[in-house]
Nanobody, 111 residues
């Protein structure tokens, strides 16, 4: 049974930083593609970043240069470092692998 648990969200001022964590169980992050998505109020869920088994990384254009995805194989955890946050980054952030999703963590960026 796959379980993804996100943490690290919160309230931050514009220009600030947060690091989100996605702790996985039931799967091995090192051999899977793990992605972060986000969903703002009234909007569709959108792709943010992903890291695959070979270490290749992709980012949405809106976060390139500000967000960094990484993984700790020993902890079976994937991270999303978010810098230079903007109010438009406000959303619930979800971790995803295949068809499994975490419960999400709220990120709120105040102007």
């Amino acid at each position: 049974q796959v379980q993804l648990v996100e943490s690290g969200g919160g309230l931050v001022q514009a220009g600030g930083s947060l690091r989100l964590s996605c702790a996985a169980s039931g799967i091995i992050v090192r051999i899977n593609t793990i992605a972060w998505y986000r969903q703002a109020p009234g909007k569709q869920r959108e792709f943010v970043a992903a890291i695959n088994s070979g270490g290749s990384i992709n980012y949405a254009d809106s976060v390139k240069g500000r967000f960094t995805i990484s993984r700790d194989n020993a902890k079976n955890t994937v991270y999303l470092q978010m810098n230079s946050l903007k109010p438009e980054d406000t959303a619930v952030y979800y971790c995803n692998v295949l068809t499994d999703w975490g419960q999400g963590t709220q990120v709120t960026v105040s102007s």
